[in-house]
Every structure is written in C-alpha cells, then in structure tokens.
C-alpha cells in the first residue's frame, strides 16, 4: 500500500501541467495583456496617431509594476528597463510636441521615437517574463 501510495505521488508530482507556486497569474495575464497590445497596436497607422495606443500600454506597464512590487520582484535588470522606457517616452512626447507644431503626422523623428519606445516595452516585457518565471529568493535553489 505504501508503495503504491509513493508511486502516485510521484507520478503526479512529475506532471508539468501546472504553473509552478511561484507563476504569479496577476502579473502571468497582465504580460499577456501587454504583449498583445504591443503585437497588435501602431502596426500601420502613422507615428502621430499612435500616442493613445503607447498611453494604454502605459497603463498595463504601471499595473505590471504594481504587481511586481506586490510580489517584491524588483531587479536591476527591471529597474534598467524601466528607466529605458521612461527615457522613450519622453522622447516620444517631445517628437509628438515637435510634429504637431510642423503639422506633419509622419513627421521622421516622431516615427523613429514610436519604435524606440515600442522597443523599450519589448524589452520591459521580456524582464517581467524573466522576473515572473524565476523561482523566488530563498527556496533553497541557490547555489551555497
């Protein structure tokens, strides 16, 4: 009977059908969330209409962020990642400042600032995935 018991234990033990404890389903479908923003957004409009689109994944950002700090997640490689995107965007509002004053809706440095900044989530996005799918401090994976 004991043997049997260890044999399902094991058996359903070694099933990888489940996120592990640590998956953080908030922050899981908030990366989705923003991924799929950022995959379907700004794809053909031009530059100057895209800002609405780059606020919306702004929001999604601040939440992610939120929950990050929630799950005490934060990370050098994170902070960095922000700071990148904090320094797109403002780009972005300058370029956007810059275009609306030419009238020119396809104005270069604008579109060059929306993909620097469509850029900067990209890469936001691959911390928090690298963030949400790392083991936590202290459960004993870490090297001694």
């Known amino acids: ?5 260890a044999l399902a234990a094991l058996t359903t033990g070694c099933r990888n059908d489940t996120a592990p404890a640590w998956g953080y ?3 899981s479908a908030t990366l989705r969330s923003l991924s799929r923003h950022l995959d379907e957004g700004c794809t053909e409009t031009p530059p100057a209409s ?6 919306r994944l ?7 962020f939120s929950e990050v700090l929630d799950h005490r997640l ?5 902070l960095e990642a922000m700071n990148d ?10 370029a ?3 275009a609306r004053s030419r009238h020119d809706p396809h104005y270069l440095p604008l579109r060059r600032a929306v993909l620097a900044e469509r850029l900067a989530y990209r890469r936001l996005l691959a911390e928090l995935e690298s ?14």
């Open 58 to 64: 702004g929001v999604l950002a601040e939440q992610a």
């Open 85 to 94: 995107l904090d320094g797109a965007r403002e780009l972005r509002v300058a």
């Open 96 to 98: 956007a400042r810059e």
């Open 1 to 5: 009977m004991a043997a049997l018991a």
């Open 74 to 78: 934060l990370d050098g490689g994170y």
């Open 131 to 144: 963030l949400r799918t790392a083991p936590p401090p202290g459960d004993g994976t870490e090297p001694v």
């Open 25 to 27: 389903p908030e922050l």
């Open 50 to 55: 895209c800002a609405d689109e780059l606020d």
